[in-house]
């Protein structure tokens, strides 16, 4: 019904920068929100950033050096990630929140992953 497709990540030194993006495509009538997730080797998956109508939230982790922004008009949401460092290193995963089109109740869809390495 709903996919999402994510780029961006990769290899970085401690101190770089990488930019995620996500563009959902599909049935969807409305997005209500759309974030960044994290999972990192042996934890659970975490909240990193998340976007709705302008209004964004992030983990204590990440505030100050991550930024996540939103194109309505492409559907997509970007992570924009500064002074990396070893522990941000994770698999990040696209999630979104969307009234699907012919519904009237919101779904959450997930995007595969991609994994963000930072190591010198």
């Known amino acids: 019904q709903v996919q999402l497709v994510e780029s961006g990540g990769g290899l970085v030194q401690p101190g770089g920068s990488l930019r995620l993006s996500c563009a959902a495509s599909?049935?969807?009538?409305?997005?209500?929100?759309m974030g960044w997730y994290r999972q990192a080797p042996g934890t659970e998956r975490e909240l990193v950033a998340r976007?709705?109508?302008?209004?964004?939230n992030y983990a204590e982790s990440v505030k100050g050096r991550f930024t996540i922004s939103r194109d309505n008009a492409k559907n997509t949401v970007y992570l924009q990630m500064n002074s990396l460092k070893p522990e941000d290193t994770a698999v990040y995963y696209c999630?979104?929140?969307?009234?699907?089109?012919?519904?009237?109740?919101?779904?959450?869809?997930w995007g595969e992953g991609t994994l963000v390495t930072v190591s010198s």
């Open positions: 599909g049935s969807i009538f409305s997005i209500n929100a």
């Open positions: 999630n979104t929140n969307v009234i699907v089109r012919g519904t009237a109740r919101s779904q959450d869809f």
């Open positions: 976007i709705t109508y302008g209004n964004t």
